[in-house]
């Protein structure tokens, strides 16, 4: 469930070819290097979570080392890279690194069949449905029409397919969020029902003392207020309270120096309101819900500055906030135990969904079981049927040896002469040889 700051840091993430903007100090002139001799590295970019993650952030170091394509990609605006006008500019792109993309794109292409060739198998295999327009989604991010290569059609794909993806990344992890909550309280419910009438109402007491611990904290402000940030400037920045400037406190907190605020820089600076709820040596402090706070006031702070949608923070926009009402709020900020993240209704259809999963996991165990002792069964079968086999190898073996013995008594050891003696069955006199017997003479009485 908690991926916690290797989320949190997917940052600089609507599209993640914004980052190549400052992967590399804007002094440096790669027009005036060789191409040919730049290797690409191990991707720097943070990882955004996406499954065509490393896919999308190699054809954005690549994109990158090309002198016109970053050229004309700092001078864009997140307009024109989300509508496709930046896509274009592959045409322009050097041939080298247009090869280098075609072989990007035959591997993603490879990942993918075996992907979808893998999940395939195991639908089939386990009786389920399979659902091939889920299957064929995964390629929405490149024209699989063309499997062989990088055209501007696969550019345009990947930059939309991102945007959206990482537009609904945050509503996918409030929603991974509630389903781990209502786990946690299904999990409790069904704790109390295996106790008796007096331990349960123990545990239902220290649940309660629990609730109250966890709410009896300082006051939180609210992200992205004056007041929070002083609170930021004064105990993490050492700097005297009647001093404070936004713009000094930008340029402290822009880490990299790239004149933005990206998500991680900005969750950052919520950490000392966090510590003010969440502890982790607190029983009664959960840091999964500590790391949902984070989102929620990091998409506060968003939804408030980042006017252009862009997920980062320009020094403009945030003077611009200084300026507003917001920016002198003065009331708590309300965290995640003011209100319930569901309602009974959804807690009641969550708990019925797991009672449809086990009775299917029930079912799948028992026909498991029953193909067990299927298998079972026929390999004693094999095995009686290999021993049966076994047996009447021997049988046949012995009276082959059997019948060899009876044809060496038959047959006795040659004479003096080199002649046999036949031994008839049943008598025990040898024959004299032919020319010891007396022959009758013609004639002779």
């Known amino acids: 469930m908690v991926r916690g700051n290797a989320l949190a840091h997917c940052g600089l993430?609507?599209?993640?070819?914004?980052?190549?903007?400052?992967?590399?100090?804007?002094?440096?002139d790669k027009t005036k290097e060789n191409p040919q001799k730049e290797e690409l590295g191990p991707p720097e970019s943070a990882e955004t979570g996406l499954h065509y993650d490393r896919y999308l952030r190699e054809v954005i170091e690549y994109l990158e080392k090309d002198p016109h394509f970053k050229e004309k990609l700092k001078n864009a605006n997140m307009d024109d890279i989300k509508h496709g006008k930046l896509s274009k500019e592959l045409d322009f792109v050097l041939h080298n690194y247009r090869t280098k993309l075609d072989e990007l794109k035959r591997e993603e292409m490879g990942r993918l069949r075996m992907l979808i060739k893998t999940k395939n198998d195991i639908q089939v295999g386990n009786g389920w449905k399979v659902d091939h327009q889920a299957?064929?989604?995964?390629?929405?991010?490149?024209?699989?029409?063309?499997?062989?290569?990088?055209?501007?059609?696969?550019?345009?794909?990947?930059?939309?397919?991102?945007?959206?993806?990482?537009?609904?990344?945050?509503?996918?992890?409030?929603?991974?969020?509630?389903?781990?909550?209502?786990?946690?309280?299904?999990?409790?419910?069904?704790?109390?029902?295996?106790?008796?009438?007096?331990?349960r109402k123990k545990e239902e007491q220290h649940y309660e003392e629990m609730k109250k611990k966890h709410a009896?904290?300082?006051?939180?402000?609210?992200?992205?207020?004056?007041?929070?940030?002083?609170?930021?400037?004064?105990?993490?920045?050492?700097?005297?309270?009647a001093d404070f400037d936004p713009k000094t406190f930008f340029k402290m907190h822009d880490n990299n120096g790239d004149r933005f605020l990206d998500e991680g820089e900005l969750e950052a600076l919520f950490t000392k309101e966090l510590e003010k709820v969440y502890n982790p040596e607190n029983e009664e402090d959960d840091m999964v819900e500590m790391e949902e706070e984070r989102l929620r006031m990091r998409e506060h702070i968003m939804n408030e500055v980042d006017k252009n949608k862009d997920?980062?923070?320009?020094?403009?926009?945030?003077?611009?906030?200084?300026?507003?009402?917001?920016?002198?709020?003065?009331?708590?900020?309300?965290?995640?135990?003011?209100?319930?993240?569901?309602?009974?209704?959804?807690?009641?259809?969550?708990?019925?969904?797991?009672?449809?999963?086990?009775k299917d996991i029930n079912k799948k165990t028992a026909e498991l079981q029953k193909q067990k002792e299927d298998l079972e069964r026929k390999q004693e079968e094999l095995n009686a049927q290999k021993m049966g086999l076994q047996q009447a190898v021997e049988d046949m073996e012995r009276i082959k040896a059997q019948g060899t013995k009876a044809e060496d008594k038959q047959?006795?050891?040659?004479?003096?002469?080199?002649?046999?003696?036949?031994?008839?069955p049943g008598s025990s006199q040898n024959l004299m040889p032919a020319h010891q017997q007396d022959v009758p003479v013609s004639g002779r009485s």
């Open 311 to 358: 997920r980062l923070v320009s020094l403009d926009e945030f003077m611009a906030a200084t300026k507003n009402d917001e920016f002198l709020e003065k009331d708590e900020w309300e965290t995640l135990g003011h209100n319930a993240l569901y309602t009974e209704e959804e807690m009641r259809e969550f708990e019925q969904h797991l009672a449809n999963e086990e």
């Open 13 to 28: 993430i609507l599209l993640s070819l914004w980052l190549c903007i400052q992967s590399v100090p804007i002094s440096v």
């Open 216 to 241: 009896d904290h300082p006051k939180v402000h609210h992200p992205g207020s004056q007041d929070q940030l002083k609170e930021v400037w004064q105990e993490t920045d050492g700097m005297d309270p």
């Open 135 to 199: 299957l064929l989604k995964q390629f929405d991010h490149l024209n699989h029409m063309n499997p062989d290569t990088f055209e501007v059609e696969d550019l345009d794909r990947l930059i939309k397919s991102a945007t959206n993806d990482l537009q609904n990344f945050d509503k996918d992890r409030h929603d991974e969020f509630k389903r781990y909550e209502m786990l946690k309280e299904h999990e409790r419910r069904e704790r109390l029902k295996t106790m008796n009438e007096e331990d």
């Open 411 to 424: 047959v006795g050891a040659p004479d003096a002469e080199g002649e046999h003696r036949t031994v008839m």
